[in-house]
């Protein structure tokens, strides 16, 4: 007889895990005991070799990957630690589970497109909307029809949620402000139209069917744009419309809204750009020390402080299509919100920094030392907005002999940049990427890319990720030193990028992938320069650039081969880390 722990360490809360652990103590078949600590699952048992190596296989079918999964262990215990009581969770929102996907979800099954399919381990139907209940095949099949007819159909829309709609072609309202969203109908054909790692695929598989960013394949026919957003169906309507497409030789197709949350890859792990929250949802969380404010509202988190815990509630992001955190009276101060987030679970947080680079908030470097003092490093500048007042500082510059050369060479490009209006705010990453893609051609080389600063910035990011080796060209990111910050000289390092445009005119992925690795770089230099005055042991990563995934793994290479980072794998990069951060301001503005 041997006792036999089966754990699930996961970096938040799977509720899917914790309703498994209770299916298998409510099961007679089987004699266990489960428990969980802090995030990690667990069910034990005791027996037979035979016997256990049948839970074994059963306990592997049924717990399905998860994005939050840390690792899975099976280990030889003495004794067990787990009880007969049943795991309290969160309500499960998930629609359908691999037991009950291939009877619903297959054209060959029988019960296929019966959407209030009964299923014993998800136990989904009991979730299922009356609206999505009522719907039979035929509808279904109606619906794919007004599909093929018209080139788009809006799906069944549920109460007080934003309605979803299909269409061949992508959604020109997006365009501007975030990347095309696609579905995918047929899995096994992914390869065949996006370049993806075995890590994506793993999450797109995942519990929590999460929203990725890939590119296309190169010269791909149809797939033009420079990244998506992709998907995997996430509810049992959804995954029969895409089965009912994938028969009629669909892959792939455009969807404008989805629930799924969107994930971005930092320093290894899987962490939401923003926390979706759901109706009557609360979070909670263990803080060490009470906060200075009791309660604070942000974007759509009402935060409050409970005796030794922060508690959230989250409003419904259905009807919102913001996806970043909403302009607050804190936002100045959202880099230090986000290191107070990060330091929830510390005793007494110190020696410490953040790297915050955001695409909606002030992009910072805040450290605090030993003493707990906070203090601003780094800002990054506000960039002008068009293309007029860029083009005069940068002739205003010690750039413009070089400039001119530019404008010699490649007057098409010079002319773009003159065009060029940025939508604000312009003090980020992003926005420098979008005025640095006129200068690589992204216009003029690629028909397809339009002037708007989304699909600007993705330029560069896709041209880097296409880049196959690993030296680069090393572009200047010098810091300007104001009276109480360093800031960037943005046109000397256009300057550096048009030099290098000018030298190497056929490499633009290589220079794409230089600046990256460039930026990285500095960035790590100005942090070890920090360490020498203050020793920092930690650094927080936040912000919603880091869903530039390749700016991301470029900073966590470097910065993690001397400092420990910390990505706040507890709540997101953006949005309810910024809420929750709020209550250990020192001040409030108005």
């Not at 279904?140 to 299909?166: C, F, M, W």
Request: proline share 4%; hydrophobic share 40%; aromatic share 8%.
């Amino acid at each position: 007889m041997k006792n036999i722990r089966f754990e699930f360490d996961c970096q938040r809360e799977v509720p899917f895990y914790g309703h498994l652990c209770n299916q298998y103590l409510l099961n007679d078949q089987y004699d266990v005991t489960i428990g969980q600590t802090g995030n990690n699952y667990f069910i034990e048992a005791k027996g037979e070799q035979p016997a256990l190596e049948q839970l074994a296989d059963a306990i592997a079918e049924d717990f399905l990957i998860s994005s939050w999964l840390i690792k899975p262990n099976i280990s030889l215990i003495e004794s067990p630690i787990g009880n007969n009581k049943l795991l309290q969770h969160t309500p499960l929102l998930q629609e359908y589970c691999q037991h009950c996907q291939p009877h619903f979800g297959d054209n060959q099954a029988k019960y296929f497109g019966q959407l209030d399919y009964v299923c014993p381990c998800c136990q989904a139907e009991k979730r299922l909307n009356k609206q999505h209940q009522a719907l039979g095949l035929l509808e279904l099949k109606l619906l794919v029809d007004d599909l093929e007819s018209k080139g788009y159909v809006d799906l069944p829309t549920l109460d007080g949620k934003q309605a979803i709609q299909l269409s061949y072609k992508p959604n020109n309202a997006m365009g501007a402000s975030e990347r095309q969203k696609l579905v995918i109908c047929n899995p096994n054909n992914l390869n065949a139209h996006f370049v993806v790692s075995d890590q994506q695929i793993l999450a797109l598989s995942s519990i929590e069917k999460p929203l990725i960013c890939s590119r296309a394949i190169d010269n791909h026919p149809r797939l033009t744009e420079p990244l998506y957003s992709l998907c995997f169906a996430n509810s049992r309507l959804l995954m029969v419309i895409c089965e009912l497409l994938r028969q009629r030789g669909v892959d792939w197709i455009y969807i404008n809204h989805t629930d799924n949350p969107q994930l971005a890859l930092v320093n290894a792990q899987w962490i939401p750009l923003k926390e979706t929250g759901h109706n009557n949802t609360t979070l909670s969380y263990q803080s060490d020390k009470a906060p200075l404010h009791d309660d604070a509202h942000l974007g759509q988190y009402d935060v409050h402080w409970v005796k030794d815990h922060i508690e959230v509630s989250a409003l419904s992001l259905a009807n919102s299509k913001n996806t970043e955190v909403a302009p607050v009276q804190e936002q100045h101060e959202a880099a230090t919100c986000a290191l107070h987030a990060a330091n929830l679970g510390v005793k007494k947080a110190k020696n410490c920094a953040v790297l915050y680079l955001s695409n909606s908030n002030k992009s910072r470097i805040v450290t605090m030392d030993s003493k707990q003092k906070l203090e601003l490093f780094f800002e990054f500048p506000t960039l002008p907005d068009n293309g007029y007042d860029i083009v005069h500082q940068i002739d205003s510059s010690p750039q413009k002999n070089l400039f001119d050369k530019f404008k010699l060479k490649y007057p098409e490009d010079y002319l773009a940049l003159l065009e060029l209006k940025l939508s604000g705010p312009t003090n980020n990453i992003q926005s420098l990427w979008a005025i640095a893609a006129i200068i690589l051609g992204a216009t003029t080389a690629d028909r397809n890319i339009s002037s708007n600063k989304v699909q600007l910035n993705d330029f560069v990011i896709a041209s880097a990720m296409r880049h196959k080796g690993s030296n680069a060209p090393r572009v200047d990111f010098p810091l300007t030193r104001g009276e109480a910050f360093r800031s960037l000289n943005w046109c000397k390092t256009l300057g550096s990028i048009i030099s290098f445009r000018l030298a190497e005119d056929g490499n633009i992925e290589k220079l794409a992938f230089g600046m990256h690795d460039s930026l990285a770089d500095f960035i790590c230099n100005w942090i070890e320069h920090l360490d020498q005055n203050i020793s920092i042991k930690s650094v927080v990563l936040a912000g919603s650039t880091f869903s530039n995934e390749l700016l991301g793994k470029r900073i966590s290479l470097r910065l993690g081969k001397n400092f420990a980072l910390n990505p706040n794998l507890q709540m997101d990069l953006e949005g309810l880390n910024i809420a929750v951060g709020s209550l250990f301001l020192k001040q409030r503005r108005h």
